[in-house]
């Protein structure tokens, strides 16, 4: 058996995630340097994966899903 773990962000998730990224690349291009790459960390909670999170670096950005799907 196959299995894919699935994480999806939040809609309020995704918003503050793309803001930041393009906040964080929009001043690495001002200070001409190479943008770099975004660290998302997802915290999966042990005892409910419904109140799994994630963040930008040590910015909360709110819920994520997290699904895991078996395939035969």
């Known amino acids: 058996m196959t299995q894919k773990l699935v994480i999806e962000l939040s809609e309020e998730a995704t918003e503050k995630y793309l803001e930041l990224a393009r906040q964080q690349t929009s001043d690495m291009v001002e200070e001409d340097c190479e943008p770099e790459d975004v660290l998302l960390k997802i915290i999966i ?9 994630a963040l930008f670096g040590d910015k909360e950005l709110g819920t994520v899903s997290v699904e895991l799907i078996s395939f035969p």
Do not use: Q, T
């Open 45 to 53: 909670a042990a005892n409910n994966i419904y109140g799994s999170e």
